[in-house]
């Protein structure tokens, strides 16, 4: 049987416990506890949307809950729902669900609203993949390994980086259907905390009542904001989602910033530049603390708040920053009508700088301050492996450096982890690993782990201000063409056991029937050279790697490509899987047992890569539509980067030998540079197919363009043929 239900969306009350859509004797069914919730509502409508195959009219009809129903919405807690469940089975964790088969019938039993709403988009998403039919509907059992599973958005209001790649962002973030689409997105990937970070954001939200000179807007204006917040959080609960506003410390509006400048008030805020000494004012602590409370107290959807302590904070002990805190912050949420959940963001800083680092006495001291917090729910928040999550599965760093036990030994009771897993790596190619994901959580999702934000610091995913214009282009914002990243982070952190048939449907419904597999294996196959190289050259902030650019950059200055003298000396990573170039050849044979040489790498990744070759040649031979060319050429862009990075590889270990061994295999050098040359302008043409080849990339010099990092490829030809630079490169 079909159900066939049309894309308008009706709801019936029936004896004020049950929701019915019905059509032609199909009935859809929300059960007794759900007959108010907002989750399932949405649900339901996104079920109805997906049900639209025949495109026939909604029949409305008000029905008993007796009257046979195809499709039923239950909560495990229901007297209904005991009849379809297995004997003896253990009841649902939190946000899980299950979908059972009963003849012509599909039950959803959720473990809460949650999880009803997750078992129901599933059952639309089925729907949409088989064509409307519900007898394909497959029986599932799925439940959260990470209940924590948030995105990490910055907005470009007070942005933490001044840029035009940030600041033309600002008319799509007020933009109310950019926000629909992507909580769309965020709902159908299980993610359930959306997290919005600004260096000082509350001026857009409030205006304090004893400091309105904080807030620039007049009535009007501000009026608009408010409705734009409001609306927002409450788009987010329709779907299941916390929102979180994270901001950093002592940063004040501009306008506060500046008229205050005479009271001593520290003019960082203006610009605003996130380095700099901490302003100690005491009015600045009392806008801090009363603007908090304000926030919270004015918007009862807003679910939490988090803080760092690190830039802006420079020139204060660790002690002095957290007190800071006692009487800023902490001090404006225990003054509010509510108490809020809180992200704590840490270690970041065991002294007086706010580069980063790290100690054991800091780690003790924060965690004592964590746990002394009266909140709902407290989180520690750790940078996984720093700027550069897509890096190795194993975890090597946090800001700052290494991190003790002393955050888990012994097994916190008041808090729990949340990693953020940063992307500063790829911002144009798409990523789709789902290997990687799963060893990252089986790596690092102890039980103290509630979960991860994933997500840029540097990158807004909204306007997409990078394509060209053409038939190719099937999506509207940025974050669109990542889709299989947010698909496969979001299923994955909720059900690490999703099998890849889950993302070989979804591709082969963009790629073409027959397609998933290949795929698949080809999306990981391309991005494990993005792992790779991240993984053997060490990034820490966010400008010391770019993995997609083969670089690193700097505030104002050209990009500075890694060139071979870099590559045969820059430290690893993955220390327990890799060796440099240098340590490789100089070391001894029991310095590095069960390690992988250069040239191995190199080996395996010209592997692959063939491999690669062959299954893009196949997707092609497909007739790939427009919308699915443009991923497959992404793919061809990663090939063409795996190549350089191999051949680089090759390059570096011939210069090593003669600089450092006095075997000179310069010549053998050059010739694998050569090839480099070449597959840069591959690489980079493929880059260039689809996108623009230069676009404004954060708070560079100039536009960055691949292409014209041509010139510094070439001149690793010089380089090998001269003398090893007498210290270190970067």
């Known amino acids: 049987m079909k159900l066939k239900i049309a894309l308008s969306f009706a709801v019936t009350m029936v004896t004020g416990i049950l929701l019915c859509l019905t059509v032609q004797g199909a009935t859809i069914i929300a059960a007794t506890g759900y007959a108010n919730s907002r989750m399932v509502n949405y649900a339901l409508k996104k079920l109805d949307e997906a049900s639209t195959v025949t ?168 009026l608009a904001m408010k409705q734009f917040w409001t609306n927002l959080f409450k788009m987010a609960h329709d779907r299941g989602i916390e929102t979180y506003i994270i901001n950093w410390n002592t940063f004040v509006s501009p306008s506060f910033a500046l008229a205050h400048k005479k009271d001593g008030v520290i003019q960082y805020s203006v610009t605003p530049a996130f380095g700099g000494n901490q302003d100690t004012t005491k009015l600045v602590e009392q806008y801090t603390r009363e603007t908090l409370t304000q926030v919270i107290n004015e918007y009862p959807d807003l679910d939490g708040l988090g803080i760092t302590i690190g830039e802006g904070m420079g020139g204060r002990t660790p002690q002095q920053r957290r007190d800071w805190l006692d009487r800023t912050i902490f001090a404006g949420m225990k003054a509010a009508n509510r108490k809020i959940k809180f992200v704590y963001r840490a270690p970041l800083s065991a002294n007086t700088g706010s580069g980063g680092s790290t100690s054991e006495d800091n780690d003790i001291a924060s965690r004592k301050h964590v746990e002394s917090l009266d909140v709902t729910d407290a989180f520690v928040e750790f940078k996984y ?15 700052g450096g290494k991190l003790t036990d002393k955050y888990y030994n012994p097994f916190p009771t008041k808090y729990k982890y949340v990693w953020t897993v940063r992307n500063e790596d790829f911002y144009r190619l798409r990523w789709g690993n789902s290997d990687f994901i799963r060893e990252f959580i089986k790596n690092n999702g102890e039980a103290y782990v509630a979960g991860c934000f994933i997500g840029s610091e540097i990158f807004t995913p909204a306007l997409d201000y990078t394509s060209l214009s053409g038939p190719f282009k099937t999506w509207d914002y940025h974050f669109q063409r990542q889709w299989l990243w947010y698909a496969m982070w979001g299923r994955l952190m909720y059900d690490d056991k999703t099998p890849d048939a889950t993302f070989e449907q979804m591709l082969a419904a963009k790629y073409g029937k027959g397609t998933g597999p290949a795929a698949l294996q080809a999306w990981k196959i391309a991005t494990n050279n993005q792992l790779k190289f991240a993984s053997f050259h060490s990034g820490t902030a966010d400008a010391q790697l770019y993995t997609e650019g083969f670089c690193d950059w700097a505030p104002d200055k050209p990009v500075r490509l890694f060139d071979i003298n870099n590559i045969i000396t820059h430290p690893v990573l993955d220390s327990t899987l890799y060796v440099n170039i240098h340590d490789w050849e100089t070391a001894g044979e029991k310095t590095r047992p069960g390690k992988m040489s250069p040239l191995q790498l190199a080996a395996e990744l010209d592997k692959d890569n063939a491999k690669l070759f062959t299954l893009i040649t196949q997707l092609k031979a497909k007739g790939l539509s427009p919308g699915a060319a443009v991923e497959v050429n992404d793919m061809l862009a990663w090939y063409w980067f795996g ?88």
Request: aromatic fraction near 12%.
């Open 55 to 222: 495109g026939n009219s909604l029949v409305k009809k008000a029905m008993s809950y007796k009257t046979m129903a195809n499709v039923m919405v239950l909560g495990q807690t229901d007297g209904l729902a005991f009849r379809y469940l297995p004997a003896g089975e253990k009841p649902l964790i939190a946000e899980g669900f299950r979908i059972i088969r009963d003849g012509a019938r599909v039950v959803v039993i959720g473990a809460d609203e949650k999880g009803a709403m997750y078992g129901t988009l599933d059952v639309a998403e089925q729907l949409k993949a088989n064509g409307g039919n519900l007898q394909l509907v497959k029986e599932k059992k799925e439940e959260p390994r990470l209940r924590f599973r948030g995105i990490k958005f910055n907005l470009p209001f007070v942005a933490y980086r001044s840029s035009i790649s940030l600041t033309q962002q600002d008319y799509v973030i007020r933009d109310p259907k950019f926000w629909e689409t992507f909580l769309d997105m965020m709902a159908a990937n299980r993610y359930n905390v959306l997290s919005l970070w600004s260096l000082h954001p509350y001026h857009y939200m409030i205006r304090a009542k004893n400091f309105p000179e904080a807030c620039p807007f007049d009535d009007v204006e501000l």
């Open 385 to 399: 492996n720093w700027s550069h999550g897509h890096s190795s599965p194993k975890l090597f760093m946090v800001h």
């Open 643 to 730: 190549r350089y990075f191999a051949d680089k590889l090759k390059a570096g270990v011939a210069v090593a030998r003669y600089r450092y061994k006095g075997k000179d295999e310069r010549q053998q050098a050059v010739a694998y540079l050569k090839q480099c040359s070449s597959h840069w302008a591959n690489y980079a043409g493929a880059v260039a197919k689809y996108n623009k080849e230069s676009f404004q990339f954060i708070i560079i010099s100039g536009l960055f363009s691949l292409k014209s990092m041509q010139p510094q490829v070439d001149h690793d030809i010089e380089l090998a043929m001269g003398p090893a630079p007498s210290t270190k490169t970067k």
